[in-house]
């Protein structure tokens, strides 16, 4: 009887995939976009598009260990997160420390910065500053002194302090909320700013609401521990 022949049972399939030599070069293939999850898998550029960014204040009780504040910063720059801030400072208790970050993300970036922080050991606590919290930060500004009398005059205005003057340049303190750091700062523009040094926001939630979640006040006699 003509005809092919049936296949022999346990015979192996035909590979069907293209040959090596008939496959797409490195720079002819699909490069896809954007971010992967916690679980590995890409977030759809378009989907994350869904949701507007917003400005977070993301505090941290961590252990004091070498290279905490690397692996931390580390961690969210690997995950393409954009970072406008990150400050670290001495709390209540001996061996913590408070890390402050200020971030511009979509409310699943927020969640997924604080879900890969609390992964790591020496964090005990993560979350964001609930609610209208008390923000402040602290700038050093360093203008030229063709003018000292009208710098005297703005650096008051903006309650701040000269901590320096020269000839040359005159330095000035300020702080306070960041919209009046940014006004201060173009109120000084017209001095020639020579140098600026900003240490970013720092911040508590206000009245009795802790600022990291479980976070105990430093009159409990008790440091805050670990969720397990």
Sequence with gaps: MSGDSPASPGAPEADSRPAPSEQPGP????????????????ID???????????????????????????VSGLVSRRQFNIESLTVGPTTVDGHSRITMVVEETDPGIDQIEKQMAKLKP????????????????????????????????AEMYDGRTVDAGPETITVELTGHKSAIDNAIGAFERFGIVEIARTGPTALARGNTPTAPGEKPGTAGEPTTHDD
Excluded: F
């Design 123 to 154: 964090v005990i606590s993560v979350g964001e500053v609930a609610g209208d919290a008390v923000t402040s930060e602290l700038v050093l500004l360093k203008v030229q002194a063709d003018d000292p009398a009208a710098v005297h005059a703005v």
């Design 27 to 42: 720079e002819e293939r699909d490069h896809p976009e954007g971010r992967r999850n916690l679980e590995g898998i890409r």
């Design 45 to 71: 550029p378009v989907v994350e598009a869904e949701h507007e960014s917003r400005r977070a204040v993301i505090s941290a009780l961590v252990e004091d260990e070498p290279g905490v504040l690397a692996r």
